[in-house]
């Protein structure tokens, strides 16, 4: 099955707000390179790599599993980004906004799953 990740809404997000992560995320404190921001950008590609390894795959059914994945990291990333703007890491006006995408994002990738479920 010929997919190509470039054409699909949710990868054009996830791509998107990978960019606005890290830069972001470069004014964290020194002390959270290999903690908090490390994790919040691990998190971050994970989603969009994961919408990308999700297409080269043959089976809807391998699909699936690697936008499942996508999900979820997408919603790691979404916490992830509310608790580094309580812990003050983010500003609020960086934060909120960036939480609100990703859970946006975590919506159209369920959406995308969904349709493909119905699929015959």
Do not use: W
């Not at 054409?7 to 992560?21: C, G, K, P, Q, T």
């Not at 590609?45 to 599993?65: D, F, P, Q, W």
């Not at 309580?86 to 960036?98: K, N, S, V």
């Not at 939480?99 to 119905?118: D, F, G, P, Q, T």
């Amino acid at each position: 099955m010929g997919r190509d990740h470039r054409n699909l809404v949710v990868f054009s997000l996830a791509d998107r707000l990978v960019i606005e992560i890290y830069r972001v995320s470069t004014a964290f404190p020194t002390s959270e390179r290999f903690g908090l921001q490390m994790q919040l950008r691990k998190a971050a590609v994970s989603a969009a790599s994961n919408i990308v390894e999700g297409c080269a795959r043959r089976t809807t059914k391998e699909y699936l599993n690697f936008l499942n994945i996508a999900a979820a990291s997408a919603a790691e990333v979404a916490y992830l980004a509310q608790l580094a703007t309580r812990l003050g890491f983010l500003r609020p006006a960086d934060g909120t906004p960036l939480s609100a995408s990703y859970s946006e994002l975590v919506a159209k990738l369920n959406a995308l799953m969904n349709s493909l479920e119905r699929e015959p």
